[in-house]
């Protein structure tokens, strides 16, 4: 399971570049998007629910989260328009680490409105993981492009390594169905190991930046 990927064929894209590029092809009739998330530690420079968690302000962060229900909800209806289905896999190690507590009460958000996300412990995927961890953060598009997203050393988020080889994609897909199936529902997860956790210690982190949630 994703034995090509490491050794694909990619082209290195900036930031404004990727988000560029994604946008058009995400436009361009590609029928499905898949997203892929397995880092435990990211920034989030600008968004201010992340802004305020990163000060320590919880149930700021938490408020902030839901204040973005609405652009979550054009962004669900302009994948309708265009019929574009969205999946998110979020492979969630443990303990549970602060970021990873604090964005799924921000996919808690996306997925009341209708996002369709699950979540895979780490540990169901440890005799994939023996060489190598699946990829950190992949988004394919369809069979047209996939974006590996690529983070400095202090987490921010870089741009993203562009993969066109069809076959190539087509495969990474299928390792991302295969993990989908043993993806667990969000809600059965986050209620049973995240609703009920004490607000996570944090103050002061030095601000990044990753991307969109």
Known sequence: MFDSFP??????LDRPTYHADLGRVYSSGIGFLNKLER????????????????????????????????DYTQELRQA?????????????E?????????ELFVLRVRVDLGDDIKVLDARDISSIERTRLVPEEVVILGDVAMYEV???????AAGANRYADRSLIRETNAGFDALYERG??????????????????VSGVATGSRGSR
């Open 7 to 12: 050794g694909g064929a990619s082209e290195r």
């Open 39 to 70: 880092g435990q530690h990211f920034k989030e420079r600008g968004f201010p629910s992340w802004e305020a968690f990163a000060d320590g302000d919880w149930e700021r962060a938490l408020s902030l989260a839901d204040d973005r229900r609405e």
């Open 80 to 92: 309708s328009r265009l019929g574009v289905t969205h999946r998110r896999l979020r492979v969630v």
């Open 94 to 102: 443990f303990p549970i680490t602060p970021y990873v507590q604090w």
């Open 150 to 156: 690529v983070y400095d050393e202090d987490g921010n």
């Open 184 to 201: 667990e529902g969000f809600h059965d997860f986050f209620d049973r190991e995240i609703l009920n956790l004490a607000p996570p210690r």
